[in-house]
């Protein structure tokens, strides 16, 4: 059984960075599973930050992402991290790790099969 937790949200102030951390475990049905972030603010949909794949660090970001948000994986501890730079109270969401049983750095949530519980992120102004 896939297993996701992740750790690392918290309040902060607007400016402030923060390094979210997702720990994995378990057996996937694909031994190299790209893994994503994406976050859901209150009354609205679930969006796509950024992607990655487990070999050659072969990375995907949403548009808005790019310049502010870093996607990272350590494989060898099980971990995919996402570095926030430059937090805004827009960004003020909960942040959802996820892995698929597939190689391509996905950007849509249906091809994901595996979610964590999330840790929230607050930005105060």
């Known amino acids: 059984q896939v297993q996701l937790v992740e750790s690392g949200g918290g309040l902060v102030q607007a400016g402030d960075s923060l390094r979210l951390a997702c720990v994995f475990s378990g057996d996937f049905l694909v031994n190299q599973p790209a893994m994503g972030w994406f976050r859901q603010a209150q009354g609205k949909e679930r969006e796509f930050l950024a992607a990655?794949?487990?070999?050659?660090?072969?990375?995907n970001y949403t548009a808005s992402a790019k310049g502010r948000f870093i996607i990272s994986r350590d494989n060898a501890k099980k971990t995919v991290y996402l570095e926030a730079l430059r937090l805004k109270p827009e960004d003020t969401a909960m942040y959802y790790c996820?892995?698929?049983?597939?190689?391509?750095?996905?950007?849509?949530?249906?091809?994901?099969?595996?979610w964590g519980q999330g840790t929230q992120v607050t930005v105060s102004s």
């Open positions: 996820a892995a698929r049983n597939g190689r391509h750095p996905a950007q849509t949530p249906h091809e994901y099969e595996y």
């Open positions: 990655i794949s487990w070999v050659g660090g072969i990375t």
